[in-house]
């Protein structure tokens, strides 16, 4: 006999079912939607494409109060919000691209229940008046998403996301689910312990994407993974993704494909928002078949009919890898995931751990400097260039971010946010063309620029620092100038910046002697990222199968000696695509 289901999930699915537009949910969304609605932490580890999002998103809805998500990207969270408010949905998102007044409205919402799930990247939360803001109007669930960061032993180690227990501890600990397709054994008792999560449900979904065939190919030249990309990308039919590590590899396996007559379009986060976004429409769209992307495209990209992913270059672990790969196929219908392979690839990868993990010697070089340069209170107001210049040549600026971020990760300094109030503004335009521009619906500019002048005079004209909130009350203060200012900017009356900024040293450290820093966990760090390095490597040279290889590493006892999924199973050549018939829409696994 068949036990009843309980009210508050049958309410669940059928919220799902006339705002979302699934039928049911999937068999591992169930017990992590039961465990969110019935008021538990749940640590939540499902796939790419098995529907983590829905897990709080539904019961969010059914539920009183607001949830809040902390994600790691902007372009992340906004298509998130974008594809709830297509569905009338009452959520929104805060970062850096909103203005002072878009912040202020949103919070509003937020604040009389108009808004009911609000997406912020963790650095927004700490401290400071968002966090009053929050405690203010209670957070009823706290979701972190990309949970893995907050993790030591993960892959895309975050200072912010290793502090989101110090948050939930701000919040006044509410109901907390951690998601995240990439967690190994170790990772997901480390989220745990991280958040303190109280006896959590544990949702691990089957790592095996049985719709996905795994192949590896050989190349030694960057000439030989164009040709096998080009191959690849010829044979499959429908959408494609092809990953290569830089912006530049971006740029040049881009243009190699289009010479090619492959049409593909070049994704990174060098790009502005605008060609950036209409990269992502014309991929979504198909006008063109192929995007060459680095790792900044994906998260939250909702493509489910991605026939080939091809990798340029070998990734530096598997849970990137997976979680890239996993981006093929998210229709259920077969799709396959190719990496082109060269040893040097490799070096490439030991570099970058390199520069992430300075060594102890650099990072006591840059703690004397920030001491040295601290004023009394604790404040170095600097910007990074000015560090990266104060250290040795051979340090090198990413060198420099990694040691800060060592310093932020453990309490030394934390980033000092520009003076909200203050900037520095120099006036660009003839008094003339101010009178002939700035005139009809344009008074309230010109007399902006009249209050500035008047503020501090002729040295607007060489640039000055000036407090907006000392303007005269009908402007606002800095909420209402900073929207103007931009406006002025970009038609060139003004040229202007936020004031102040740099690190904030605790006054009790400014006297310790040594730089307060575990050096044995950076170590820890350092081994784990190599051997996550090592194993990506074994992945790529394994004679053996290579979907039984991924799925022991996440820990999946569905791991099994051979599959029917995998070139080294299929016997396929590791340089050729299978054959598959033009006549097919979608190519069968060979």
């Given amino acids: 006999m068949t036990p009843p289901v309980p009210p ?7 919220l799902l079912r006339d705002r979302f537009g699934h039928p049911d949910f999937r068999p591992p969304q169930v017990p992590a939607v039961e465990a969110v609605l019935g008021g538990r932490d749940a640590l939540i580890v499902l796939p790419t494409g098995g529907g983590k999002s829905l897990c709080y998103q539904v019961p969010a809805l059914l539920r009183g109060g607001l949830t809040l998500v902390l994600s790691p990207l902007i372009s992340l969270m906004k298509d998130q919000v974008e594809a709830l408010e297509r569905r009338g949905l009452p959520a929104a998102f805060i970062n850096s691209t909103l203005g002072p007044g878009e912040v202020a409205d949103r919070l509003a919402r937020v604040e009389d229940g108009r808004i009911r799930i609000l997406y912020l990247a963790p650095e927004r939360v700490e401290g400071g008046r968002m966090m009053r803001r929050l405690r203010e109007v209670g957070v009823a669930l706290l979701a972190v998403d990309e949970a893995h960061c907050i993790s030591e032993w993960g892959h895309d180690f975050r200072p912010s996301y290793r502090r989101i227990g110090h948050i939930r501890d701000q919040l006044g600990g509410p109901q907390t689910v951690a998601l ?9 008792a480390d989220i745990v312990r991280q958040l303190g999560l109280r006896a959590p449900q544990v949702v691990v979904a089957g790592f095996d994407r049985t719709n996905l065939t795994y192949h590896v190919a050989p190349t030694r030249t960057q000439h030989d993974k164009d040709e096998a990309a080009v191959t690849w990308l010829r044979e499959a039919q429908g959408p494609a993704i092809v990953y290569a590590p830089t912006r530049k590899a971006v740029e040049r396996v881009a243009g190699v494909l289009n010479r090619r007559r492959i049409r593909a379009v070049a994704y990174h986060a060098g790009l502005d928002d605008a060609p950036r976004r209409r990269a992502q429409d014309a991929f979504m769209s198909e006008e063109v078949r192929v995007i060459v992307a680095t790792s900044a495209f994906g998260m939250g990209i909702d493509k489910p009919d991605v026939r080939l992913v091809v990798h340029h270059a070998m990734p530096g672990s598997l849970e990137a890898y997976y979680q890239e790969a996993g981006r093929a196929g998210r229709d259920g219908r077969p799709s396959r995931c190719v990496l082109l392979h060269a040893y040097p ?12 993990h300075p060594d102890r010697r650099v990072v006591e070089q840059l703690w004397r400097w920030l001491v040295q340069r601290a004023d009394g209170s604790g404040l170095v107001a600097d910007l990074l260039e000015d560090a990266v210049a104060a250290l040795p040549r051979e340090v090198g600026a990413r060198k420099v971010e990694a040691a800060l971020r060592i310093l932020q990760g453990a309490g030394a300094c934390v980033p000092e946010p520009p003076t909200p109030g203050r900037v520095w503004v120099r006036l660009l335009a003839t008094p003339a063309r101010i009178t002939r521009e700035l005139a009809g619906a344009r008074e309230y500019d010109r007399e902006l620029l009249r209050a500035l002048w008047r503020a501090v005079g002729r040295r607007l004209a060489d640039g000055v620092s000036i407090d907006l909130d000392g303007l005269p009350p009908g402007f606002h203060g800095a909420t209402g100038v900073v929207p103007v200012l931009e406006r002025l900017d970009a038609e060139q009356f003004v040229a202007w910046s936020r004031v102040g900024g740099g690190w904030r040293i605790p006054v009790e450290r400014l006297k310790e002697a040594t730089v307060p820093v575990d050096w044995t966990v950076l170590e820890r760090r350092r081994q784990a990222d190599l051997e996550r390095l090592d194993s990506m490597q074994q992945y790529a040279q394994t004679r053996y199968c290579r979907r039984a290889y991924l799925l022991r590493y996440f820990g999946d006892p569905a791991a099994r000696e051979a599959c029917a999924g995998c070139d080294r199973c299929l016997g396929s050549s590791a340089h050729e695509p299978p054959r598959v018939s033009r006549t097919r829409r979608h190519p069968l696994p060979a």
């Fill in 345 to 356: 690839d490799r070096f490439t990868h030991e570099f970058f751990i390199s520069n992430a």
């Fill in 8 to 14: 508050a999930l049958e309410a669940a699915r059928a």
């Fill in 180 to 188: 995240t397709a990439t967690a190994t054994p170790d990772v997901r």
